[in-house]
């Protein structure tokens, strides 16, 4: 601690959701202020999308997920700025199987409308496979840039779907707000919850 700013030498490792968790660059500026500023980089690698997606109520999916965080920037503990890339590895031989609900949440995250697949002919099929996730969110003051991988058509892959029957969750929307981002993901993540 020298000159209001607590920093941690190092970094810190913990595993969560079966995988792997490295914060590194951690710092907070007057920690005991009115308004805190914490600066940080954090790495995921490996968690179980399974286990994820079960502790928060968002629909089933089977696989695994890396991360990274940069540029983290919390002021009064408030998401300030960031740049966040999730992920599936590369390794083809794990399990990747996605379920209807996670695709309709997914779509409404990505594009805050309701996707309907339960309305659809789709409705049959509990489970998609998937080949690849992939979600990136930069924050910069109240505005949040999505993206995914690319389209020829200018949209972006939230999830390649593979196999028969193929679901791709495409997203087009590139800028949101960041508060309308956070309430679609509440929203998502209380829908279903049982309050005991």
């Known amino acids: 601690y020298a000159d209001q700013v607590l920093s941690i030498g190092g970094g810190l490792d913990f595993s969560a959701f079966d995988g792997d968790v490295r914060v590194d660059n951690l710092?907070?500026?007057?920690?005991?202020?009115?308004?805190p500023v914490l600066r940080a980089d954090a790495t995921l690698r490996g968690l179980s999308l399974e286990a994820l997606t079960r502790t928060f109520s968002f629909g089933l999916i089977e696989g695994r997920l890396d991360g990274d965080l940069r540029e983290l920037q919390l002021v009064g503990w408030q998401p300030a700025n960031f740049s966040l890339h999730l992920y599936t590895p590369s390794d083809k031989g794990a399990r990747r199987r996605i379920s209807q609900r996670a695709v309709e949440n997914l779509t409404e995250l990505g594009s805050?409308?309701?996707?309907?697949?339960?309305?659809?002919?789709?409705?049959?099929?509990?489970?998609?496979?998937?080949?690849?996730?992939?979600?990136?969110?930069?924050?910069q003051g109240d505005v949040a840039q999505l993206d995914g991988l690319a389209r020829p058509d200018g949209g972006y892959y939230l999830v390649k779907g593979a196999g028969l029957p193929r679901i791709d969750v495409i997203g087009r929307n590139r800028s949101v707000a960041w508060r309308d981002l956070v309430q679609r993901l509440q929203q998502i993540l209380l829908e279903g919850a049982q309050i005991q």
Do not use: C, E
């Open 112 to 139: 805050g409308i309701p996707a309907g697949l339960s309305t659809t002919v789709l409705q049959v099929f509990d489970q998609f496979r998937y080949d690849r996730i992939d979600l990136k969110v930069a924050l």
């Open 27 to 35: 710092s907070i500026r007057d920690p005991l202020g009115t308004v």
